[in-house]
């Protein structure tokens, strides 16, 4: 079967996928040589407009003949009411394809590219002879997952050195879309919604917290009631966590967030809404961990109390019971508890193994809504 040279144009009344137009290149040549645009594709760097322009008139167009790569430029309206090139989205192979798609700077932040993605991915599954959409991006890359998410596609997990790029083998965050499933997300966002007090901001990760992360995951006291984290802890390991984070936000797994000082942004530790897609989905649990120079000041307290009412707040997570849990021998958790308002209902004995391989009983506290 060969596939139509004219290039279907869609539309949702918002944003318009089309075929390329001469005026597009100086975009296109724009958006390859961004900085996230290198970072997380595999686009050849450095990359010459001559490229985009080939791309565009020449790869995409041999795509559409033979099937093998149906690819649109996206348009979309700016601030200044006019309408302009905004990025690319392309189908690849059939009946099993896979998806990808890049947003021009301008564009970032709009809502656009979900458009885009149902309006090609609609396309692919009812006329273009495509039976799944596999999508798969670098781990790590939230920008790409929030519109796999936000479009529907079943999130499926982290696949080993599924992508080479520029030489190196990497890992894979991947999702998949068949005919019939809903283009919308199919779990909440755990996000970490910002949440002020007079001295902390708690607020998502940064790169910049790595360091922090990877410095209060080594301390002695943090590994001795946190005897499951990996030996050793690098800004590497603070990464893969962060990433891990971020993945669990967008499954609704679990809400995360960095407790940082106000007036200097510096990270002082976590909190984290941990089982919210447990067998009760009305629950949550509690955990947390502060850096060493940050202790002793009631920070924790007033972080905990922070994310607990954020938590039981219908228009927050619209949790109806939160639990927490802390070893015995910790008195300084145990203190965060009563303090944020938990109440102790039962203690476990030998519960919980310490970093020095003893075990220690563990405390339960639950509040209720």
């Known amino acids: 079967m060969r596939w139509p040279l004219v290039v279907p144009v869609l539309s949702d009344g918002e944003v318009t996928i089309r075929a390329h137009v001469p005026s597009d290149v100086d975009g296109l040549h724009e958006m390859a040589v961004d900085p996230d645009m290198v970072r997380w594709t595999a686009i050849p760097d450095p990359h010459t407009r001559a490229m985009s322009e080939q791309l565009a008139f020449t790869v995409i167009p041999r795509g559409w003949e033979d099937g093998t790569h149906r690819g649109w430029a996206i348009e979309a309206t700016d601030d200044d009411g006019r309408s302009r090139f905004a990025g690319n989205v392309d189908i690849r192979q059939r009946p099993i394809a896979d ?55 079943t999130l499926h997990g982290t696949t080993p050195g599924m992508l080479l790029e520029r030489g190196r083998v990497i890992d894979a965050w991947t999702g998949s879309l068949r005919f019939g499933d809903a283009p919308y997300a199919r779990t ?19 790169d910049a917290d790595l360091p922090r992360i990877a410095e209060a995951c080594s301390d002695p006291l943090t590994r001795h009631f946190l005897s499951n984290l990996p030996r050793p802890y690098s800004t590497a390991t603070a990464r893969a966590y962060v990433d891990d984070c971020v993945w669990q936000a967008a499954t609704g797994a679990k809400a995360t967030w960095a407790v940082a000082d106000r007036d200097t942004d510096e990270l002082l530790g976590n909190v984290a809404v941990m089982d919210l897609q447990g067998l009760a989905a009305d629950h949550g649990e509690i955990g947390y961990w502060l850096h060493p120079d940050a202790r002793g000041r009631g920070v924790m307290t007033e972080a905990t109390t922070l994310v607990v009412d954020h938590a039981l707040d219908p228009d927050g997570l619209d949790r109806r019971r939160l639990t927490l849990h ?9 203190a965060v508890a009563r303090s944020a308002g938990f109440t102790l209902f039962g203690t476990q004995r030998a519960a919980e193994r310490l970093g020095d391989g003893s075990f220690d009983d563990l405390n339960g506290y639950e509040l209720l809504r």
């Open 188 to 206: 909440p966002w755990a996000g970490a919604a910002v949440l002020e007090s007079g001295r902390l901001r708690l607020r998502p990760f940064t």
């Open 326 to 334: 802390a070893a015995v021998d910790n008195p300084a958790s145990n």
């Open 99 to 153: 998806i990808g798609f890049a947003l021009h700077p301008w564009a970032r932040g709009r809502g656009v590219m979900a458009r885009a993605v149902r309006l090609a991915v609609d396309w692919a599954l009812t006329e273009g002879g495509v039976e799944i959409v596999h999508w798969r991006s670098h781990v790590g890359n939230e920008a790409s997952l929030r519109v796999a998410h936000a479009t529907g596609f």
